[in-house]
């Protein structure tokens, strides 16, 4: 009987998925690097979520490493370069949780534009009919910037259509499938023109902090940040500066810069609402996401082509 292929997997996946990876796999738990001990020469592929990516210091203890099947878009948190020296192939969960993900973009605008967390405390409170109930705002007529414009910028133009907005993009080049949208080269300028700015860019070097205090500025008072890309696009503390002092209106955030940390000056601000990176956590994309993992990693080691490759 051929022996089974070892995985680690970075992050924990539902029991589902270990199950079924399980028959031609046999599945490890990342724990500590320490805890690793030989089984590290043995292991030959990884499964690890976009947040989680795989740290290098990791990615060195193991020699054998062929593959690195992600739970998720993002490879922000993976060494590429160090994958090509060694010839480290890598796959991602594309294609499948856009809309999950542009869902949670919308979710999050209707959610501080229409003031509904906030309006859930209210109630909660027993302020109803003691305290007057605060107006929030219109979205019909509000200009969406959406900076980042692949898959999830486009699933989330294609909703914000439907609420009769006017949109437009900040993006590394301008987009040839979508004419219809206009495309700003310089994100300051989306900002100055937007109502609302949702971030979709990838993370990494090249977005990290790309939304600063002058962006928040541009945004300006009557304005809102939604972030469903990665925390380290934002500068944390001058957000909470510019929901504090009124320099944007509000914001709606599904990720941070130092995950599952979230800075406490978030709690005690009216004027944004929080989620636990999540925007892919349903049902049904978890289940779509698992599969095309464990795919990715048979494909590899049948000696197939991957099926949705990054290198
Ligand atoms: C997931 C993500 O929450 O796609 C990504 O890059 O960050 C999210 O979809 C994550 O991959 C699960 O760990």
Request: glycine residues 10%; aromatic residues 8%; proline residues 5%.
């Amino acid at each position: 009987m051929a022996s089974k292929t070892d995985i680690l997997m970075i992050d924990p996946m539902p029991e589902s998925f270990n199950e079924q990876l399980g028959t031609p796999f046999r599945l490890h738990q990342f724990i500590s690097i320490e805890a690793l001990g030989p089984l590290a020469e043995r292991i030959e592929g990884v499964t690890t979520g976009g947040g989680s990516g795989l740290p290098r210091a990791i990615m060195d203890r193991l020699p054998n490493l062929k593959v690195i099947s992600v739970n998720g878009v993002g490879i922000d948190k993976i060494d590429l370069d160090e994958c090509g020296r060694r010839g480290i192939r890598l796959a991602t969960a594309q294609g499948v949780l856009s809309d999950d993900v542009a869902d949670m973009a919308i979710g999050l605008m209707l959610d501080v534009v229409r003031g509904i967390s906030c309006n859930d405390r209210f109630v909660r409170a027993g302020k109803w009919g003691h305290e007057p109930v605060v107006n929030s705002w219109t979205i019909k007529g509000k200009k969406l910037g959406i900076a980042g414009f692949g898959h999830i910028g486009k699933a989330v133009a294609k909703r914000a259509a439907s609420f009769d907005m006017a949109i437009a993009y900040f993006s590394s080049r301008q987009q040839t499938d979508t004419p219809q949208y206009p495309f700003y080269p310089e994100l300051r300028v989306l900002a100055d023109w937007a109502d609302v700015l949702v971030l979709c860019v990838s993370g990494g070097a090249r977005s990290f902090h790309m939304v600063d205090r002058s962006i928040l500025e541009a945004l300006g008072p009557k304005g809102f940040l939604i972030n469903v890309a990665r925390g380290s696009v934002v500068d944390e503390e001058a957000l909470i500066e510019a929901l504090r002092d009124n320099t944007i209106r509000g914001a709606g955030l599904d990720v941070f810069a130092n995950e599952p940390h979230v800075p406490e000056a978030f709690y005690g601000l009216d004027n944004v609402v929080l989620q636990s990176h999540r925007a892919t956590s349903t049902v049904e994309t978890r289940q779509a996401m698992g599969r095309l993992v464990f795919d990715n990693l048979a494909a590899f080691f049948q000696g197939k082509p991957l099926l949705t490759p990054v290198l």
